[in-house]
Structure formats: structure tokens, C-alpha cells
């Protein structure tokens, strides 16, 4: 199956593996993913991740959830798919997106690599606000 919105995909695999309470979640590779995967483990949102070769020589990202001990609550409450590929979302440092007040994140893709709102504020480099995580 081809997926016209490669990114949303990835959402959405992570939104139902949350749902359904679950540890690991499978998804296919691309280099944007993997750089989104490391940001998601820096900022403390996933316990960790691996990446697999496969076959098809596309690969594999294994992504562990992070979950409260006590609480049984996800790390990650809300995945918002910002810019999609009929509708690009492009902003300046200058525009770039408090998400919560500073308490989630934006991840965006700049010309520095895939990093989040606040690192681009510092940075002071713009570019397409792929999703918000909080």
C-alpha cells in the first residue's frame, strides 16, 4: 500500500498504538521519520527506538511508548499533523508556534535538519512545521 501523506501515516501508527496500549509499534522507515524518532527521544516523548533493515531495504523504525508507571498514561497526549502535501506549512523564525504555552513541541524541517520550535527560535531559522506534540 502507497501512502500519499508518508508523515501522517506515521502519526496515525503512533496515535492507535497509544490507544490501544501498546509498547512497541512498527513503522516503515524514511530518513525524515527517523530524524522525527530521535527528536521524539530527546525531548523524553518515547522510551527508545531502533532501526531495522528489512528486504524491501526501505528498513524499519521499532518504537518503544513511554507510559506513566503509576498513571498508566501515555507520554505523548495529542499528535497534530500540521502541514500535509496539499497544503504546505512553511513559517519564519520570527512566526514559529508556542504549542501549549511552550509545554509541547513543534517539530519542523528546516535547512539546519529536523528539529523542534525552540531550538529553531534559538537557531533563528524557519521552515514547514510538520507536526505539534504535546
Given at each position: 500500500?502507497?501512502?500519499?501523506?508518508?508523515?501522517?501515516?506515521?502519526?496515525?501508527?503512533?496515535?492507535?498504538?497509544?490507544?490501544?496500549?501498546?509498547?512497541?509499534?512498527?513503522?516503515?522507515?524514511?530518513?525524515?521519520?527517523?530524524?522525527?524518532?530521535?527528536?521524539?527521544?530527546?525531548?523524553?516523548?518515547?522510551?527508545?527506538?531502533?532501526?531495522?533493515?528489512?528486504?524491501?531495504?526501505?528498513?524499519?523504525?521499532?518504537?518503544?511508548?513511554?507510559?506513566?508507571?503509576?498513571?498508566?498514561?501515555?507520554?505523548?497526549?495529542?499528535?497534530?499533523?500540521?502541514?500535509?502535501?496539499?497544503?504546505?506549512?512553511?513559517?519564519?523564525?520570527?512566526?514559529?508556534?508556542?504549542?501549549l504555552n511552550g509545554l509541547?513541541?513543534?517539530?519542523?524541517?528546516?535547512?539546519?535538519?529536523?528539529?523542534?520550535?525552540?531550538?529553531?527560535?534559538?537557531?533563528?531559522?524557519?521552515?514547514?512545521?510538520?507536526?505539534?506534540?504535546?
Open positions: 500500500m502507497k501512502t500519499t501523506d508518508p508523515i501522517a501515516d506515521y502519526l496515525t501508527r503512533l496515535r492507535n498504538a497509544i490507544k490501544a496500549r501498546h509498547r512497541v509499534v512498527d513503522v516503515p522507515a524514511s530518513n525524515l521519520k527517523k530524524e522525527m524518532t530521535k527528536v521524539l527521544f530527546d525531548k523524553g516523548y518515547i522510551l527508545n527506538y531502533k532501526f531495522e533493515d528489512t528486504d524491501n531495504r526501505q528498513g524499519n523504525i521499532k518504537i518503544a511508548l513511554k507510559y506513566n508507571p503509576e498513571t498508566k498514561e501515555s507520554a505523548i497526549t495529542k499528535l497534530h499533523r500540521v502541514s500535509t502535501p496539499g497544503l504546505r506549512q512553511y513559517k519564519p523564525a520570527t512566526e514559529l508556534p508556542k504549542v509541547g513541541i513543534a517539530i519542523l524541517s528546516t535547512s539546519k535538519g529536523v528539529i523542534t520550535d525552540k531550538e529553531a527560535r534559538v537557531l533563528k531559522v524557519g521552515g514547514e512545521v510538520l507536526c505539534y506534540i504535546y
